[in-house]
């Protein structure tokens, strides 16, 4: 019997490297008897080289090593997420992890033989530092990536809690590559958060999708609407730099704010890879406005949610397009203990769009934007009164006079050394508004307020 489940192996929709847990959609499959018809005369050719490896090659090689490089090949020539289990690999996958593990907190990908990052995961050693999704990482410590397959790197990068690891990265825009320490941690991801943006509008952020996430943010809308008088005027769904997770997860977000209808369907050519999946009645918002934020970062589930909100015409969806890792992996096992991870089925979003490769478009696009703050400048703007023979207000000589002194003894006051340092002071205490430290998240507030005015 085949069944969804967490993806704990290495390679998937992506790897978060901590190297931590890789979330991505993944079904088990039974063994199959029936075997395809073989290909004799390209298996001659395959012989052939084998035999031409152990008799010429410069070092002696165990058939088991050339057979099993061979088995990889096979499988990561197909695409980036099929992959071999090897006995110790498809045993890590059957237990699971205890959700902790060591690592600096990303989810990568291989592209052009170099470890590409799609996320980092909030509130790790990645993201404190500074790793951004696109970042190709070249170097890990002093050992080129090029050449490497993705277990490998994922091997190094995993680690004891405490030691440190040096990335060399290639960004887009930086003129020469960077070099970031990062000290590994244990990985605690917590999958939701939330706070109040305004009065009457809610903010919740999704960092991956596990199998307890649905739930949790059923826990924190309900926690906002009391926090707003039992109602929400709009709510913001944060899906920037999620990389994924938990198909069953996906949907669970998707259905908590559908009434009825298809929220995601997946299409390959074994009967356990095609499967559908609809919305149950009830909308936690009762129909109240949302945004939904992504990115290039937001990849595999959270390009579910996305893609049946924004058919659904349920929500906007703003920021930037989508990773598209739209792709299903089947676990196969083997006789021998082994087993194969291939990629089995493509999903689709209600109205039938596939994102492999094609990510979801934003309804309204922004990126690569940054807003800075203006310091105050000492020049003071021109005024009405400030001009030559200006018209008068017209109120009685005495109360302009009476004003006019009163403002100079203010004027007076306020530059008096402990008012200067109490300014000074107040100015640094003050937070950065929103606009500075979040402008996509400014801007979905806008949004949200303008939609709640039309809606009166």
């Not at 070092?59 to 289990?85: C, F, W």
């Not at 203006?374 to 021109?382: A, G, I, R, S, Y």
Request: without cysteine; proline residues 4%; aromatic residues 6%.
């Amino acid at each position: 019997m085949s069944f969804f489940k967490r993806d704990f192996g290495l390679i998937t929709t992506g790897i978060i490297l901590g190297a931590t847990l890789v979330f991505g959609q993944m079904v088990f499959a039974e063994r199959e008897s029936a075997q395809p018809d073989l290909p004799l005369e390209d298996l001659r050719t395959f012989s052939e080289i084998f035999g031409r490896i152990k008799s010429s090659y410069v070092e002696p090689v165990e058939d088991k090593q050339l057979l099993e490089n061979a088995i990889r090949g096979m499988l990561s020539g197909l695409d980036p997420h099929s992959t071999y289990l090897n006995l110790d690999e498809f045993q890590e996958l059957r237990e699971g992890t205890s959700g902790e593990f060591g690592g600096l907190g990303i989810e990568v990908s291989m592209e052009d033989g170099f470890v590409k990052v799609v996320a980092p995961i909030d509130d790790t050693p990645a993201a404190e530092a500074g790793i951004q999704a696109g970042d190709l990482i070249i170097r890990l410590d002093e050992t080129p990536v090029k050449g490497m397959s993705l277990n490998d790197a994922v091997d190094i990068m995993r680690g004891e809690p405490g030691s440190k690891l040096t990335l060399t990265i290639i960004r887009e825009g930086a003129d020469k590559p960077l070099k970031v320490e990062l000290t590994r941690a244990i990985i605690k991801v917590e999958s939701v958060k939330k706070k109040m943006l305004e009065p009457g509008y809610g903010y919740i952020r999704v960092t991956t999708f596990q199998s307890r996430t649905g739930a949790s943010l059923r826990e924190a809308v309900s926690e906002l609407k009391k926090e707003s008088n039992g109602k929400l005027n709009g709510l913001v769904l944060d899906l920037r730099n999620n990389p994924g997770g938990v198909l069953e997860a996906a949907v669970d977000v998707s259905d908590a704010f559908l009434d009825k209808g298809l929220i995601v369907y997946t299409d390959g050519r074994i009967a356990d890879a095609d499967q559908k999946f609809h919305a149950t009645p009830d909308d936690l918002l009762k129909g109240a406005p949302m945004i939904v934020l992504v990115n290039g970062g937001s990849a595999s589930a959270s390009e579910i949610v996305a893609g049946a909100l924004q058919d659904h015409k349920r929500a906007i969806v703003l920021g930037g397009k989508t990773f598209g890792k739209g792709s299903v992996q089947t676990v196969m096992p083997l006789t021998n203990n082994t087993a194969v991870k291939m990629t089995t089925a493509r999903y689709y979003t209600p109205s039938g769009r596939s994102i492999q490769a094609e990510g979801i478009v934003p309804d309204i696009e922004i990126s690569g934007i940054r807003v800075a703050s203006v310091d105050e400048n000492e020049f003071t703007p021109l005024r009405e009164r400030d001009l030559a023979h200006h018209l008068e207000n017209g109120k009685a000589e005495e109360e302009t006079e009476s004003q006019s002194q009163n403002q100079d003894a203010a004027d007076e006051e306020s530059v008096t050394p402990d008012s200067v340092n109490t300014a000074i002071k107040d100015k640094e205490d003050k937070e950065q508004p929103l606009e500075v430290t979040d402008y996509v998240l400014s801007q979905a507030l806008n949004l949200l307020k303008g939609m709640t005015i039309l809606n009166r």
